[in-house]
């Protein structure tokens, strides 16, 4: 998987657990502010993320998840992909 393939799941998970379409995901928007995902849709994303890429994103990193771009930028460190 390639760094832009990687991006599109991720995309494509979060907006699939927000419920929204993927093209309708701004990757800056906050989740929380703007996108009115709560604490539990926040864990629901997490899980999501660490499913489908067979990940474990450590605790103090979730925390630190509030926008797509984050999301995608830790999966990616988390595969070592660049």
Do not use: W
């Not at 993927?22 to 999501?48: C, H, N, Q, W, Y």
């Amino acid at each position: 998987m390639n760094a832009q393939e990687l991006e599109e799941k991720v995309k494509e998970v979060v907006a699939s657990v927000i419920g929204i379409s993927a093209d309708k995901l701004p990757a800056d928007a906050d989740f929380a502010r703007d996108l009115d995902v709560d604490s539990m849709k926040a864990i629901e994303i997490t899980g999501a993320i660490e499913k489908t890429f067979k990940i474990i994103i450590p605790e103090e990193e979730i925390r630190k998840i509030r926008t797509l771009n984050q999301a995608i930028t830790l999966t990616k460190q988390l595969l070592n992909i660049k």
